[in-house]
């Protein structure tokens, strides 16, 4: 594995007021064994087929999915696919894989690991929370009869560490604001690092467009786009009145990764409830998008994502926090899939001027990352063996 990063070199900074993840760890998931991954604020996975790429945003989402609360069965329903492939049980048939992360901002680097047991039973078995070299929580499987991990939160009070047991299938991070108190300053200093943990998990939005169902009329309803973007003219119909200035860089994208002349991207209620997308090529030419290629589709998807925001994205951001000290992070796996350079790199460009702006980051994976991750301000990943 090789990282490179095209950013302009840094000065000292300040502490960030977004929380964002930094480094992503597998000590042991999937294809990967004691892997640490630099994260930026665009970050590129790059490298061939079967290198460990959809691995990576696959342990990031379920850390997020976790970080918002999630039951463990939701977020891994196959967990013995995430167990590296030679390793072996122990004597008693136990299997399992290691995630983490970093996540930095107000409160300086916070690092979360996570241990989950995948044979023969589900189950959290340890997890680690840390600051500035002090253990914030840990956790650990004392009874393997019981479901729930014995956990230990620093206290710093009339005694070091507080105990009590936590349930086995939930992270403990992010059920500690309902244990703990916050009377002393150690347990303030628990509760502010693992909100920032949570605060910067619970703000990812995972996206893979799908062609085939953008092509379709969508109904009307919520205008928060799906993780498909099968309602994206619905979205379209949303966002158009709400921001002209953010909905005229849309256009300007569109125009620059789409065939042909495009003046304005509209979208057009049905008599049927539905709404339909158009783009609109001038001299009273409009373009369904159910006509367009599989590879503008998931263009206009993309861009049409990097210039919106949580309220109208399928994601749950930490609603107690307020939007300006919140980063939304997207995962994009196969950010590249089905476009050719020209649009692939318009697509990098986008995402590293939206990203520059603090408002928003990108982890997404690439085929050919050689040609669309020459990018100031992209960390690049290379698995490539």
């Known amino acids: 594995m090789t990282v490179s990063s095209l950013a302009a070199p840094a000065q000292a900074e300040a502490r960030p007021d977004r929380p964002g993840a930094t480094e992503l760890r597998l000590a042991a998931f999937a294809a990967h064994r004691r892997a640490r991954f630099p994260l930026g604020p665009l970050t590129l996975f790059t490298g061939p087929s079967g290198s460990g790429k959809t691995g990576a945003l696959r342990a990031y989402e379920a850390l997020a999915r976790l970080g918002g609360g999630a039951a463990l069965g939701e977020v891994f329903p196959d967990p013995v696919s995430c167990v ?18 970093t996540v930095d901002g107000p409160e300086g680097p916070v690092r979360l690991d996570v241990a989950v047991q995948a044979e023969p039973e589900l189950r959290i078995v340890g997890e680690r929370l840390t600051a500035g070299g002090l253990t914030l929580l840990e956790t650990a499987l004392r009874d393997p009869g019981r479901r729930v991990v ?30 703990v108190a916050g009377r002393t300053d150690g347990e ?11 605060v910067a998990l619970r703000s990812v939005y995972a996206c893979d467009p799908s062609p085939r ?28 009145s709400e921001c002209g200035h953010r909905y005229a860089h849309l256009v300007t994208a569109v125009r620059a990764g789409c065939a042909g002349p495009v003046t304005d991207v509209l979208a057009e209620p049905l008599g049927d409830g539905t ?17 367009l290629g599989d590879g503008e589709l998931r263009y ?16 749950d951001p930490a609603g107690e926090v307020p939007a300006a000290l919140q980063t939304l992070t997207v995962l994009a796996d196969g950010l590249d899939r089905g476009l050719d350079v020209r649009q692939a790199g318009e697509l990098v460009r986008l995402a590293a001027r939206m990203c520059e702006r603090g408002h928003i980051r990108l982890v997404g994976a690439v085929g050919d990352g050689v ?12 698995l490539t063996p």
Do not use: K
């Not at 014995?150 to 009070?157: C, E, K, L, P, V």
């Not at 861009?303 to 109208?312: E, F, H, I, K, R």
């Open 300 to 315: 206009l998807a993309l861009a049409l994502v990097l210039l919106t925001g949580p309220g109208v994205l399928e994601v």
């Open 188 to 198: 303030r200093r628990v509760l502010a690092a693992a909100e920032q943990m949570v």
């Open 150 to 179: 014995q956990a230990a939160w620093h206290t710093a009070g009339s005694s070091a560490v507080t105990r009590g047991p936590l349930p086995d299938d939930r992270l403990g991070t992010a059920l500690l604001p309902l244990r």
């Open 371 to 382: 040609r669309v991750c020459e990018v100031p301000g992209t960390t690049v990943v290379d």
């Open 275 to 291: 709404v339909r997308a158009l783009l609109d090529r001038g001299d009273g030419v409009r373009t369904h998008l159910g006509l």
């Open 213 to 240: 169902r953008m092509r379709a009329a969508a109904p009307l309803g919520a205008g928060r786009l799906l993780r498909g973007c099968d309602n994206l003219a619905e979205v379209l119909w949303r966002t158009r």
């Open 84 to 101: 590296p492939e030679r390793a072996r049980p122990d004597a008693q048939r136990r299997r399992g894989f290691r995630i983490g992360c």
